[in-house]
């Protein structure tokens, strides 16, 4: 198995709400920290990488934001016209006004079009070897089957003609495990395992491109050993709290109602951990990124969660 | 049976809580980014309206957990609405003013109606639903969930079945995506661009061949799927007129006075993010932003300042303090589990100060803002979910 920063093209999905743009940026710059020439792209018209690195904005043309890290984001129609110039040698796209404007509109309608230029951009710097690695900031994992198989969608669809020439080699690049992986991120929570578990089916089912990580993020550190749990019920005698609030100087109950929602937290979301390290294929790699209990967002969040990872890996 | 609402509140009297505010409306859209708890939400506000406000209340969801459609006590949900039994509210301990139906969005099913509905005659549906192009758009692209979400509220609520219609959206890219995609599909069906495109396909295709732009697109994209796109576009445009007006009354619907949004979110910044850019975009809609309901939120006694002192002592002290209790075990133990559970008061202090200031900087809330409380125990049943309604309703 091709090591995960090996790759190639790794797409990073999952649920939203589960910090997936926060680990795509994480693994970019780990992979250009240690050397490799990085570009993460973002998928989602949303605009906030650039919160992640808070490295100003990002656009469709790549940008270096500190040594081995570019940045962009997609924007489908500036897509569309660097394919018809590099790809199918037209170059003065003012003279096909009228087919850059069908295209557009067909892609608003028509299947697969937006997500084939999408993936076809992003094939290409893989093909060009313009950088070592590109980790995609990538679409929810509800819509992500949708573009990976966009390519073979598209394929079927056109029988002949240079579309179909041109998915060949994408499909040649996204089938290769040794090139190119997805990777959910999730949470140890009821609906991000439940929808892990049910990706990381239909990739198998549906594609045929390779789940190369899942990725845990916020995992609850363990509180207790089970002999400090124990004691800690005996602490909770009203008579122990009275003497420890009196020695302490001020109320304890809060504090230890904390401790309580903690280890609740952290009970209900080591079964949610259960059930995906249960349901999943053991061969595939588990990495954990535990809670950060910080103030930070942005780029200092990124850069902790990078930590993690790079122990994890 | 199902009994008769509560009258609504006099004009102008602004609803205060969740209970007023549904008393008064008939479609309520529920929506937020994902993972907020969105579709909970809903489920819960419906539940509520039939216990207490009584009438058909009926929550349409898009992808709920089967847990969720447990929680309903229905075994599996589809197209067609199905009533929650009347036991799963026995068995929870209520008896309920009115009756709650759930359906679920089945994309595909609801196209292939929608189709059928308007297609002019049985061979232009035939050929409709047989069209590549239509298939892969009805059945495989997420996108088209946006429109027909709303589209399939609007029939449902025209067909005058329902007291009150909780809708939860589809995990669309941006939260927006959804109130724009009738206008959408209206611009779509009446376009220039359509006709256009749609008019030598009528006088066949290959005629037009020599244009330049057929030789570009034929070259690109082949001409067997061209002809499938100005199949699928000239099929479709039989049905146009349908569809725009169709779309526009969807709009109407939108926008009608009966009609509120309920956002939702959690206090971490890119959700709330999400809910503040929605709410902007509602207001720019002129469209009814009836409540904000934040899910998961920490117990303010996170967050006292006098707590955290405490907390500190007992990570920096708690070897003297664990000899003001020695009788409970071993002192070292005593100690340790002191200093972890001040220190981990600390660190969820951190978290719920990050909350507060999140909510402190909403820009706009609505009237209705309702918190939940952090309870992690999933809802696995109908009690569990008018638990969490409890904590909306009033």
């Not at chain 2, 996108?143 to 979400?149: G, K, P, R």
């Not at chain 2, 405490?310 to 071993?330: C, F, H, I, N, Y």
Request: proline share 5%; glycine share 6%.
């Amino acid at each position: 198995v091709t090591a995960l920063l090996d790759r190639k093209l790794l797409f990073v999905t999952g649920k939203g709400g589960v910090g997936k743009s926060t680990v795509a940026a994480s693994l970019g710059l780990l992979a250009a920290e240690e050397g490799k020439r990085t570009l993460v792209c973002e998928v989602d018209a949303k605009g906030n990488l650039a919160d992640f690195y808070e490295a100003g904005p990002t656009s469709f043309a790549a940008r270096e934001l500190q040594p081995n890290l570019w940045a962009m984001s997609m924007n489908t129609e500036e897509s569309l016209k660097e394919y018809l110039r590099l790809q199918l040698k037209i170059p003065l796209l003012a003279k096909i006004g009228p087919l850059a404007r069908t295209f557009d509109f067909i892609a608003n309608a028509a299947p697969g079009v937006k997500e084939i230029l999408t993936i076809g951009k992003l094939a290409w710097e893989v093909k060009e070897h313009h950088y070592d690695l590109v980790v995609v900031d990538s679409v929810a994992s509800g819509h992500i089957v949708g573009q990976l198989t966009a390519p073979q969608g598209i394929n079927e669809l056109v029988q002949v003609g240079m579309v179909r020439n041109q998915t060949q080699w994408m499909l040649d690049i996204l089938t290769d495990p040794a090139k190119t992986g997805v990777v959910i991120v999730s949470a140890p929570e009821e609906m991000p395992v439940a929808e892990t578990l049910e990706l990381a089916e239909r990739l198998d089912a549906e594609t045929d491109v390779d789940l190369a990580a899942v990725v845990v993020n916020r995992v609850l550190p363990e509180l207790f050993t089970e002999r400090e749990e124990a004691l800690f019920e005996v602490l909770r005698d009203p008579r122990r709290i009275d003497a420890l609030t009196t020695a302490a100087g001020g109320d304890v109950t809060p504090i230890f109602e904390a401790a309580e929602l903690a280890v609740t937290l952290r009970r209900t979301r080591a079964g949610h951990l259960a059930v995906l390290r249960g349901q999943l294929d053991p061969a595939l790699p588990l990495l954990y990124v535990p809670y950060i209990f910080t103030r930070s967002h942005g780029a200092r969040a990124t850069r902790q969660v990078a930590e993690f990872l790079a122990e994890e890996l | 049976m199902a009994t008769t609402r509560k009258p609504p509140a006099a004009p102008g009297d602004k609803a205060r809580t969740l209970e007023q505010l549904l008393a008064t409306k008939e479609i309520v859209i529920s929506c937020g980014s994902g993972g907020v708890g969105k579709t909970t939400t809903a489920a819960a506000a419906a539940a509520m309206a039939a216990t207490h406000l009584g009438g058909k209340v009926l929550v349409l969801t898009v992808d709920p957990a089967k847990r969720l459609a447990n929680a309903l006590g229905l075994e599996r949900f589809g197209n067609t609405e199905t009533r929650v039994p009347h036991e799963a509210f026995v068995a929870a301990g209520v008896e309920p003013r009115g009756e709650l139906w759930a359906a679920m969005l089945d994309t595909k099913q609801s196209w292939d109606d929608l189709v059928a509905r308007h297609a002019p005659d049985a061979k232009t549906r035939e050929a409709i639903l047989a069209n590549s192009i239509y298939q892969n758009i009805s059945g495989r692209f997420v996108q088209s969930h946006d429109y027909i979400a709303m589209e399939r509220l609007y029939e449902i609520h025209s067909s005058g079945t329902y007291d009150l219609i909780v809708v939860d959206t589809p995990p669309t890219r941006s939260a927006i995506d959804f109130l724009e995609a009738p206008d959408r599909m209206g611009d779509f069906f009446s376009s220039k661009l359509l006709r256009w495109l749609t008019a030598p396909s009528k006088s066949r295709v290959m005629s037009l061949a020599s244009k330049p732009f057929y030789t570009v697109a034929d070259r690109i994209l082949g001409s067997q799927f061209l002809e499938d796109i100005a199949e699928f576009f000239s099929l479709f445009q039989a049905m146009a007129p349908g569809f725009v007006e169709r779309a526009d009354a969807v709009t109407r619907t939108l926008a009608d006075r009966r009609t509120t949004f309920l956002v939702v979110s959690t206090l971490e910044a890119a959700p709330l993010h999400e809910a503040e850019y929605f709410i902007a975009a509602l207001d720019e809609r002129n469209l009814h932003l009836g409540a904000l309901v934040l899910n998961k939120v920490l117990p303010s006694y996170l967050r006292r300042t006098a707590t955290a002192g405490v907390a500190k002592r007992l990570t920096s002290d708690a070897e003297a303090l664990a000899a003001t209790v020695s009788d409970a075990g071993d002192p070292a133990d005593t100690a340790r589990v002191l200093a972890t559970i001040g220190e981990s008061f600390l660190n969820y202090q951190v978290v719920a100060k990050r909350e507060a200031e999140q909510r402190a900087g909403l820009a706009r809330t609505p009237d209705v803002v309702a918190a939940v409380p952090y309870f992690d125990a999933d809802i696995h049943d109908l009690g569990g979910l008018l638990q969490l309604g409890d904590q909306i309703w009033r």
